[in-house]
């Protein structure tokens, strides 16, 4: 058992490193063969958001934690370097340093402020503060953010090899990396004792402080450390996609949660799984609502059909209702249903 | 001085429109412990719901405006009923749950608004004479400012009368303060979630009426945005009590128009004023996490 839960994700990772090598056609599933810069710039995205969706579920699966401000953390990883580099003309080394400053301390205060409160009250207050994220995106204070529109990245200070459109294998063995990087601290963290007391919040936070331990810090590791790694998804979206204020919204958040949601909450694998999925089937949905055969429809059917987040949205419903366990429960429940027939067949 | 009682009474008027919201968002936590995400497309879909129909008939803009109105809260209570009905009510003592459900309908919702009316802003049938100002000690106010303050003060007279002096008032109240000992007396609880689902839906597209008043137009974001800041004075006032929510409403409308005018003048940005509430948040939770007001509907 041990060695399988080590040979599992190794044999993933090997079939992932080769990818941008493989010129494999999947159509229907993806945009073009598979070394194609299309299709590696989006599986790149969708192992970014097996990263950020696994950070989340440090939070929300592990920890019970339901925060609706992880947004604003990611958004620190867009806007801070991409602000250290074209405003300031920092380079890069600095610019990640100063990442990594903000990414603890800015966690670490607003953290600290909202786990004040706990349940449905600190939903909404990280809610707030990643509003006011937003809003100072949004307004553009000093020329800085580049309010509605964003702005360019200035790419000078970057190594050539994460330069254009014929290294994207490398942003995406870099996604890669990111992801297998969250996945290693998550399970060294959820593994190590504070890990277990996470659990032990989780399941009942009252008892945790009946042994005789205080809640309060170990939440506060967990927002660290969730926002921490978030900021550096927040950093690889940067590189591929750029300077977008969308990624400060709430809906942000709110799709982490039904990545999340949707893989499995608190399971192995549930949430990478949940957030690689999610974000194809978002890229499928959107190019899916453009072909002419939905566009024939008549409206009642166009509509919903042509709206992604509706479809998704549904969906999410739609799990949350029939399978709460979410993807990663899947295998258990089929095994569950097969040994029931079997025990059915057996009995006369 | 002028500035001053424009930014004041602007303020109140917004405060009057967070209170709309706030209220149902309020009363439902408080009663059934479901944060309702969905609430923000009761607020879009009214908006456009009382737009629509206004489109749809003649007459005065005034008559519009009106019909527009009852049409909104007709279709924010039904909508909101059958979203209790179908959708929280399987999941009862579920809360995580019922949260994740509120979240995806607001997702889809949300989307639904995109698809249908597209997402340029609409323009709404506002009377001239609510456009037109009236001088109050200097100051030159826009007359839909005293509506929206006067519709927000009939609610809450309205729900307080409600909850004070009526059977489903009391039972709302007892099942706010302690829902296990009502069901214990033999009431059916379930019923009041549906009814205060379908008054917090009324009241919400109410809002989403007149927020397109006040602004002149409805987009799609209008929900979203208006919600977040329902949810902060919630938060503000305390769950569940409708005197909390309209004082914390009013608080939180008064700061944000002071800091627009005033830290962003001082400041050079425009973003003053949102943040400033944020910062009224955190001060009060560091202050007091329990809110303003104790848990209890009154």
Redesign the interface.
Known sequence: MRLRSFLVPLALLAVLVVVPFLSVDLPRILPGPLDSPGTLQLLALCLVFAGVALSYDILFGFTGL?SFGHALYFALGVYIPAIALTKWEWSLPAALGLLAVVAILVPLVLGA??L??SG??F???T???A??GN??V??N??GLTGGDEGFSLNFDPLPDFLVGVVNTKNLYWLALGYAAAVFVVARLAIGSSTGHIWRAIRDNERRVEVIGLRPYPYKLISFVLASFLAAWGGLMWLLLIGVTPEVTT??LT??L??MV?LGGAGARFGAMLGGFFYTLLDYRLRSLSGEERIQDLPDVLR??L?????L???L??AV??FV?GGLASLPARVRQLTQRRRAREATP | MTTFVLLTITGLGLGAMYFLVASGLSLIYGLMGVLNFAHGAFITFGAYAGWWISTKVGGSVEGQLLVGAAFAMLVGAVLAAVVELVFIRPLYRRPVEQVLVTVGLALALGALVYGIWGADAKFYPVPDWMLDTTTILGANIPNDRFVEIAVAAVVLVGLISLLRFTRIGLVIRAGVENRAMVTALGIDVRKTFTFVFALGGAVAALAGVLSGVYFGTVDPTRGTTLLIFAFIVVVIGGFGSIGGSAVAAVAVGLVQQYANYYAADWLDWSGAGDVAVMLLLASVLLLRPEGLAPKVAH
């Open positions: 339901l402020v909202s004040r409160v449905i009250a939903a909404m207050v809610l707030a503060f509003q006011a809003v100072v949004q307004t204070p000093r709430a809906t709110l799709t949660l039904v949601v509509i919903p042509s709206e992604p987040l509706f998704l949205g549904a999410f419903i949350v209702f709460p």
